[in-house]
């Protein structure tokens, strides 16, 4: 399935929100951000139109940013209802940069994409999480549920960018065809 990668964003930059000598930040920067940061934060919507936010570790592979849950946690559930996601990451200071991702959280479960998000997730959470690959699935020992595994396929993401000058970039993706 493609991911961003695949898809170049049209990139401009908010000229209402940025210094006047602001340029737009380039998907690469924002790229190596999602793919460095090790907590992100993910908002999706209860079936009774809450909101819900709550922190998640995440990978960023085939040019996506992905993330796994328990079937019972509050987010699956969200999910199962309304696959409409924001993913943040960034800093916490006035230098730096700030990434906002919309999109759509769709469920993985090629075997092949498995097996390297279990091997992403060990090497950048120095296997903190204790994912394995069998029989075709993504688990977690002394877990008694499979965990769910999703890909955030982005339709639009922003970027903050902090420092001496400020800017607000917006990316939009082109819908997968």
Known sequence: MP???EREPITDVDSDFSSP????TSWAAAR???DHAMTYWI?????DGRPHVTTIAAVWLDGAVHFVTGKTERKARNLADNGRVVITTGCNGWDGLDIVVEGEAVPVTEADRLRRLVDAFAAKYDDFFG???ADGRLLQPETPDEPLVFEVRATKAFGFAKGETFSQTRWRFPASS
């Open 43 to 47: 908002s999706t919507v209860r079936p």
């Open 3 to 5: 991911g961003m990668a």
């Open 32 to 34: 190596q951000q999602l």
């Open 21 to 24: 000598d602001a340029a737009p």
């Open 131 to 133: 994912f394995r690959f």
